[in-house]
């Protein structure tokens, strides 16, 4: 019997093969996850007892700071195209920083929410707010794997591993944080028209 030993160069070759697509299948469920929450929404909504409350301010803001997010990281991937090493920390070093600054932005909508008097949960709550919580706090979890993703990211650009060559991770975190964006906005637009 003989075992087969894959090459190095092999192995990057199933990875650029392999990475994108399954990825691509993660961002579907997430978007059928989404769809399926926003469908109940709108049911919902045409029952009684659904409150109307004030927009948070800071719902704009975290719009504005993923946007601008994308942005830099677009940046930092043609940075790499031109082996530009200074573009590509400054993008994703950027990116990070507004990647947080969004979570900060989430949390003061929410504080926003409750000086609002619009609760997730508990004997003052109304399904109105309970689902912008959920919505707003399960896109915030997946923006926190995206968060991991940009530190591994930044910390690999801060070693000058990507170029135009080898740009596969700086790419997959790129689509994934774009998504986010994207899936952002759609539920931004979303609760508005709904709210």
């Known amino acids: 019997m003989t075992v087969s030993t894959i090459t190095l160069e092999e192995s990057e070759y199933i990875r650029n093969k392999t990475a994108k697509p399954l990825l691509w299948v993660g961002m579907v469920s997430i978007v059928m996850l989404f769809a399926g929450l926003t469908s109940a929404i709108v049911v919902r909504r045409a029952e009684a007892n659904w409150m109307l409350f004030e927009f948070p301010q800071a719902f704009y803001n975290s719009t504005l ?3 601008i997010s994308s942005l830099t990281l677009i940046y930092a991937a043609r940075s790499a195209k031109a082996d ?20 900060f932005a989430q949390f003061t909508a929410y504080k926003e929410l409750v000086d609002a008097g619009v609760f997730l949960a508990g004997a003052q709550s109304n399904p109105s707010g309970s689902f912008m919580y959920v919505l707003t706090g399960l896109h915030l979890a997946h923006l926190f794997g995206g968060i991991i993703v940009l530190i591994v990211v930044f910390v690999k650009s801060l070693l000058l591993k990507y170029n ?11 689509i994934y944080w774009h998504f986010l964006a994207v899936l952002w906005i759609y539920l931004f637009l979303f609760l508005m028209l709904m709210n």
């Open 164 to 174: 135009s060559k080898k740009i596969l991770g700086l790419q997959l975190c790129a």
């Open 65 to 67: 700071i993923i946007i």
């Open 84 to 103: 530009n090493y200074t573009g590509i920390k400054t993008g994703v070093g950027l990116t990070l920083l507004l990647g947080i600054g969004f979570v």
